[in-house]
């Protein structure tokens, strides 16, 4: 009886140590692990599809240059469809099963919440692609992000009003996800911007009519400009609408429908609408002295070579962390999780598809306004606001 | 008085387009007792087909008469490839049915064509006609227009020719029907691609306006519905009124009450209907005889 036991503990032990061993070879010659998760399919696959082409371009692209510190990238690509409990499920596996050292994803901010949890506690950095504030704000030590909030939107914008001698407005917004959270941010940087919205609209993300609500906006007396913070159908929507009503004060979009679909759905409504959007969009109208210019051309050249589509800022947004990431990783010199955090938090003078990024220890985006540029539709494209 | 009309005139164009539906219910309904769920996507057939026909290079007359033709054909194979197979099966599970056939047609419609909003241009102009201070498109009075025709044809369909009244003796009662010789599965047939063509129809027409994608038939379906309801299933005069009814009250509920609540104007009557006029308004007030 003991002596069966004996074998069977030894054969126990033999067995993990020859896993041990195993495992441990296996880790030696393994590549630079780095995760993601992104809704490539369902609802958000806007967001995810192009980040998830994006990722596999770029560390494609770093691999066959050499690496990084001499060792190949793994890419690890999970594909949560949007959901943010799946994106948890897949966030743990990243972590536990996979052993990544960095993450690079989380499409949308209700899965990038989700996860937050779990890469704070594995102490792994977390360079999220989503576009909601409290994603950074508070400060949280292992999370960063690199798309411009809502609040700068907003921001840009009544900069913009402001120049034109506009302080009061009417707003109307989506009430899906983003017009939600948008419409939040700009109602309470309105104040601070001298701005005073008069009238506060809404619609549903899939209303096809939205004349009654525009009526009442311009039946409030001292409107001077009408904001739709929306995204989809709903602005293109506003925008024939706010034609059909005659509204004679300027339309503003944001930066949701910053893409050429905006102004095909629109047509001849959209002539004159002003919004703000990344430099990726006019990548070849900025001027040649423009620091930005031959990031967004090259970026945007290499992705539509590659992959036959059009170039989308959510793309950008997936260059600019792995970027910030592959720096920092050179700089620490290490694969080191909390080294890599540390100077990812240090990253100073990245010039990325957003813009330039001045990270610090309180602000884990370290974007400022000039991530945007203001737009101008005029006979069907774009054009830059001076 | 000037913002009145427009949410009226709002109200009736996208009431045009939930009647449209809602007759498409009331067809089917009418031949079969099925409350066909997938008839929001033949209006997204309808608006997607014409939209990659025309950008295809084929002239936008000709490319909306082949996506009614190409939707009633789906209509026609919904109903000979999966009601007819159910045969013998309780009108719950034949609707059961019209869900899963609403889901797949969405999902071959994101590979057939592909998950972006689309738009058609404007039939003729798109300079708003000025009335009382209000404004409307001529767009909005093509779908009037459209659904104005569809009605008087479909009752001249019920009550002159032959056909149409096989149609309705075959929802009165479909084994006397079958005595005196009325062809069961050709009446279900041809029901289901005529509201497959009404609802194709209504696609095209309100694309201009509204916008199209793989998805916007299911929250058309359920206004469509609530339409057909409120004005009595299987009643088609009844499926106008309640669209229009639908249309105007949500407008209404929009601009005066609050946009936040718009949608819920739709189901709220449904409750309501179900609860106290489960008839409809001109439903017909039939009774069963034991």
């Given amino acids: 009886m003991t002596r069966s036991f004996m074998g069977l503990r030894s054969v126990i032990a033999g067995a993990a140590l020859i896993a041990a061993t195993v495992s441990w070879a296996v880790e030696a010659a393994a590549d630079i692990k780095i995760g993601s998760v992104l809704a490539v399919t369902g609802r958000a696959s806007f967001l995810g599809d192009p980040e998830d082409k994006t990722l596999r371009m770029y560390v494609e692209r770093i691999n066959a240059a050499g690496g990084l510190l001499g060792q190949k990238i793994e890419l690890v690509v999970y594909d949560s469809a949007g959901d943010a409990a799946k994106a948890r499920t897949f966030a743990t596996r990243l972590i536990e099963e996979d052993g990544i050292i960095a993450m690079v994803g989380g499409s949308s901010t209700g899965e990038t919440m989700a996860m937050i949890p779990l890469f704070e506690e594995a102490k792994i950095p977390f360079i999220s692609l989503a576009g909601g504030i409290v994603i950074i704000e508070p400060v949280k030590p292992y999370t960063f992000k690199t798309p411009h909030t809502d609040r700068m939107a907003c921001q840009k914008i009544y900069g913009d009003m402001t120049a034109r001698g506009i302080s009061k407005i009417g707003l109307i917004s989506g009430s899906g996800g983003f017009g939600k959270s948008m419409r939040k941010q700009c109602l309470s940087a309105a104040k601070a911007n001298g701005i005073e919205v008069l009238a506060d609209e809404t619609y549903g993300p899939k209303d096809n009519d939205m004349t009654p609500q525009l009526t009442n906006i311009r039946n409030t007396a001292g409107v001077q400009a009408v904001l739709n913070p929306g995204f989809g159908q709903g602005p293109a929507i506003v925008t024939a609408n706010f034609k059909q009503l005659s509204i004679d004060v300027p339309l503003y979009q944001s930066h949701g429908v910053a893409s050429r679909k905006y102004i095909e759905l629109a047509g001849d409504a959209s002539e004159g609408v002003r919004l703000p959007a990344s430099a990726l969009l006019v990548a070849e109208n900025l001027p040649d002295d423009d620091p930005q210019k031959s990031i967004v051309v090259n970026y945007k050249k290499a992705y539509e070579a590659k992959w036959n589509e059009p170039v989308s800022t959510f793309g950008g947004h997936a260059y600019d962390g792995l970027f910030i990431l592959a720096e920092a990783i050179k700089r620490a010199n290490s694969l080191e999780p909390g080294k890599i955090r540390d100077e990812i938090e240090n990253t100073k003078g990245f010039m990325g598809t957003a813009g330039l990024v001045n990270m610090s220890a309180s602000d884990h985006l370290g974007l400022d306004l000039t991530a945007f540029r203001m737009l101008e539709i005029a006979k069907g494209e774009w054009t830059l606001v001076k | ?290």
């Fill in chain 2, 1 to 290: 008085m000037s913002e009145f009309l427009q949410f009226l005139f709002s109200g009736i164009t996208i009431g045009a387009v939930y009647a449209m539906v809602a007759l498409g219910f009331t067809i089917i309904y009418s031949a079969s007792d099925v409350i066909n769920f997938a008839q929001g996507e033949f209006v997204m057939l309808g608006g997607m087909c014409t939209v990659f026909l025309a950008a295809a290079g084929v002239p936008l007359p000709i490319a909306a008469l082949l996506a009614i033709v190409i939707t009633a054909g789906v209509g026609a194979a919904l109903c000979k490839l999966a009601i007819e197979q159910a045969r013998g099966a309780s009108v719950v599970a034949l609707i059961i049915i019209t869900i899963g056939a609403s889901v797949f047609l969405r999902g071959i419609a994101q590979v057939v064509f592909d998950k972006q909003l689309h738009r058609l241009p404007a039939f003729s102009g798109e300079q708003p006609i000025l009335i009382g201070g209000a404004t409307l498109l001529p767009q909005s009075l093509w779908v009037l227009g459209g659904a104005g025709v569809i009605v008087i044809a479909l009752h001249r369909f019920f009550r002159r020719t032959l056909f149409g009244k096989a149609i309705l003796a075959a929802a009165q009662n479909r084994q006397a029907a079958r005595l005196v010789g009325i062809n069961i599965n050709l009446v279900m047939l041809s029901s289901f691609a005529l509201s497959a063509a009404i609802g194709a129809l209504a696609g095209i027409l309100v694309t201009p306006i509204t916008l199209t994608s793989y998805d916007v038939g299911t929250m058309l379906a359920l206004k469509g519905f609530a339409a057909a309801m409120l004005g009595g299933m299987g009643n088609p005069v009844g499926a106008i009124v309640g669209g229009l009814l639908v249309g105007v009250a949500e407008a209404m509920g929009a601009g005066y009450i609050s946009s936040d609540y718009k949608d819920a104007a739709a189901f709220l009557i449904i409750l309501a209907v179900l609860s106290f006029l489960p008839q409809g308004l001109l439903g017909a007030r039939i009774r069963e005889r034991v």
